[in-house]
């Protein structure tokens, strides 16, 4: 009995194998399978004939069984239902919070990119960064966050001017200290020397100068 010719559409062929349309791509690059046009004229895939010459080229022919298919269409619904709940929480918003407090980080088993991923999961994986990005900004705008390379050089200059400071203290008090012989007196004299070397370093930033400056950053983003 010759069996009825069943044409359907390149998503639909996708579907029943459960396999992505880039894995159908490069089966017809290979010459695996081929569309041809149906009885509409439209372009589509014979489902029995190509069925089977794309399970006898395969390296792992098991793996399109009838379990083996439910399964794995089983798992990319459940993943693809797990990455619609992420992209959805990056819309929620705190009224005490930051907006970028509440960003999460999408699953990440083969990297953040990967060529199986459709538009809506490179999507939220691109908002993420996005998301990152701007609270990075913001926090050294604000002077809350500051480069590693910026603070090293700082105190790098800052050990400088210690440094220097500390090693003046001799030739300022080593003829004063040559004609005396009070130890008391001496140690008197040297620490003031010490506490004057270390006070003409002495820097701070008043916590108020912080709170206008987030203030300031506040404001401009919400313009």
């Not at 062929?13 to 290979?30: H, S, W, Y």
């Not at 993420?128 to 090293?152: N, P, R």
């Not at 020397?193 to 930033?205: G, K, N, T």
């Amino acid at each position: 009995m010759v069996k009825v010719k069943e044409y359907i559409s390149q998503s639909e062929f996708c579907r029943r194998l459960g396999i992505t349309k880039r894995t159908l791509f490069l089966a017809k690059q290979n010459g695996r399978v081929k569309v041809e046009r149906g009885p509409e004229n439209y372009n589509k895939m014979e489902w029995h004939e190509q069925r089977k010459n794309f399970v006898d080229t395969s390296d792992d022919p098991d793996r399109y069984d009838e379990s083996a298919i439910k399964e794995r269409i089983r798992l990319r619904n459940s993943k693809a239902e797990k990455e619609k709940k992420k992209s959805g929480s990056l819309s929620k918003r705190s009224g005490t919070e930051h907006p970028m407090d509440n960003v999460k980080e999408p699953e990440d088993e083969d990297g953040d990119f990967t060529p199986g991923m459709n538009r809506a999961q490179a999507e939220a994986v691109k908002q993420v960064y996005l998301a990152k990005q701007a609270k990075l900004k913001f926090l050294k705008d604000a002077g809350i966050l500051i480069e590693s390379q910026i603070v090293k050089k700082e105190w790098e200059e800052i050990a400088v001017r210690v440094q220097k400071a500390m090693m003046a203290i001799p030739d300022r008090v080593a003829e004063i200290f040559a004609s005396m012989t009070d130890a008391h007196a001496i140690h008197k004299d040297l620490t003031k020397e010490i506490i004057h070397a270390l006070s003409s370093l002495h820097y701070q930033v008043k916590s108020g100068d912080k709170d206008d400056r987030i203030e300031k950053v506040v404001e401009d983003t919400e313009e």
